[in-house]
Structure formats: structure tokens, C-alpha cells
């Protein structure tokens, strides 16, 4: 109950609606199970980051008591140039204060945080409670923009990926490979090594299209044929992940298609193309290898026997969690 007697309302800032990224749908499922679980007794009210809030929602804000902003880059050095977060000087004096799940800073460009930026996080981001970041390079940049109110619990998809779940997960390679490649960060060089590599040593290569223009890049690469193509839903890339009868590996440079495919128990490999898959490679211990490394690691690691062993910050995602037990 909040000073007034009544029950608590928790606003949703949802990062999936209106994103061309199923990227984000995969966190918002996964951010969804969190709240369900932590946020299981309060009323809640559902609002859009990629979207500019209307008066409608205004009037909402005035019910909630916090709001939570789930997951991917809303954060950037300079917020009023780039709107992945959909976010306007206005809103900053109606949103009720916001805590951040899981939230990551979206460029590791050594850019200062301009004024605008720390103004705008000190008007909205809540003082009173912690806040979850994706990886220590958000947590550092907050920090540095004057927080200390933050917890690297890493993105809220790998909070389930325990030893438990990791020991479930195999060595040894499968026989099949669903690939997913990034449009927005391509390396036609590299990328065509990568399908070469997938194609000699799998019987048969899925692709799935995470991101919009995905399946166009894979088309100029000359590679779309080759592959059986899934539908780009996520539902369809699930119903895959999730037949078991079938021996199979991810192999990609989407980070949350890479995850999406752990929490299923599968081997992967996920290719990093930036700081995200790997500042949480560096923290968590994910299965990434760097891009631009040496090539010829990719096909050793598709054909060598490797465990899963993802480092959970436990403690911080407890602190987080039952900060609100006593609200």
C-alpha cells in the first residue's frame, strides 16, 4: 500500500511496441516474468518508450506511483539527439519517477554525457530505489552522470540462465544451425565466412530474420537460398528452439537471438559485433566470440566441445528484486 492506503500501481514502459526489432520482444518477455513475479500484488499500467506519450497518457501518469523501463538501449550520451527512448522535455514533468530493469546505454563512443542528458536522467530516473543495468559499461556511464543508486544484474533474459539450466545445455555440436545475422552492422567479409563455415558443417541451416531488413542482407550476401527460411516471427523462431527432436545450434550476431536460443538449451555461439554482446560477455561469462577477431576461431569453435557456463550476478538481481517487498 502507498501513503494513501491504496494499492500500489506500477507503470510499464514497454520497449517492444512499435520497435522493428524482435530483439526487444525477447526482452519484454522476459521482463514480463519479472514483474509478474516482483510486481505480482500491484495494479499496472502499460505505456510505450518508442512512442511519444500522449495526454491520455499524462492523465494515466498521475495513477501511477513509479514507473519500470524494461530493458534495451534507451540510455545515450545525448538523449536529445537520439530517441531511443521516445522521451520529451515535457514528459519529464509528468512521468512519475522511472527505475530501470535491465536497462543498457546504448554507444560505447567516449562521448561525455551532455548537459541536457544529466538533467533529463536526474529529473526522471528514481533516487529512491536501485536501479538494474544491463552490463558494468551502463553502469559506469550512470555513475558517472552522477548515480549511485545502480546494480549490474545484467539484461533480465539471462536472469534464468543458472548452473541448472547451463548443465542442460550441450557441448557438443548439433546437427542442424539456425543462423541470424545483423543488418545494421554488417561485414559482408566476414559474415560470408561465417555462412561458408555454418554451411559445410551442419546438414541443414535455418534462417531467421530478428530484424527488419535482416533477410535483404542475407539476399545480397547470396546466401538465401541455401538456407530454409523461418517465418520472422518470433513465435515461429520459438517453435523451432523448442523442438527437441531436432539436434540444433545457434550460430549469429544478434545477441538476443543468441540468448533466446540459451534459454531454449541450445549450444551457441553468438558473434559480437558490439559492446552489448560483448560488455555482457565480459561480465556474465555469455558464449561470445568477437567479430573481428581472428576468423578462423568461429569454425574452431563450431566444431570443438565447449560448456555453457554463464556467471549470474545473483546478489544483485535479489537486491533489486526485493527492494520492493518493503514498499
Known sequence: MNQ??????????????????????????????????????????????HERLSSHSFRLQKLVDFNIACGTNLLHSHMGLVKQWNIRIADAFFLKPVILLGVGWRSQAKRKT??????????????????????????????????????NTGCPTIW???????????????????????????????????????LEKYEKVYFWGQGIHDRQYLHTLGYLHKVEELPPTLKAYTALLADRDLSLDYIGTRLHGGIRALQHRRRSIIVGVDHRANSMAKDFNLPVIDRYGDITFLEQRITEDFPTDIHLPTEQIRIWCEQFQTT
Request: glycine share 4%.
Open 114 to 151: 551532455d548537459i541536457y542528458t544529466r538533467w533529463l536522467l536526474g529529473r526522471i530516473l528514481s533516487s529512491r530505489y536501485s536501479h538494474s543495468v544491463r552490463d558494468s559499461y551502463s553502469e559506469s556511464r550512470l555513475r558517472d552522470a552522477g548515480f549511485n543508486n545502480v546494480l
Open 160 to 198: 534464468k540462465l543458472d548452473n541448472n539450466h547451463c548443465n542442460q545445455i550441450p557441448e557438443r555440436k548439433g546437427k542442424h544451425a539456425v543462423v541470424v545475422l545483423t543488418d545494421y552492422s554488417q561485414s559482408r567479409e566476414r559474415d560470408s565466412k561465417l555462412m561458408e563455415f555454418v
Open 4 to 49: 494513501a492506503g491504496c494499492m500500489f500501481t506500477a507503470g510499464i514502459l514497454d520497449t517492444s511496441t512499435a520497435s522493428t526489432n524482435s530483439g526487444d520482444q525477447i526482452i519484454m518477455d522476459a521482463a514480463a516474468c519479472v514483474i509478474e513475479e516482483v510486481f505480482a500484488h500491484y495494479r499496472q499500467l502499460r505505456f510505450f518508450s
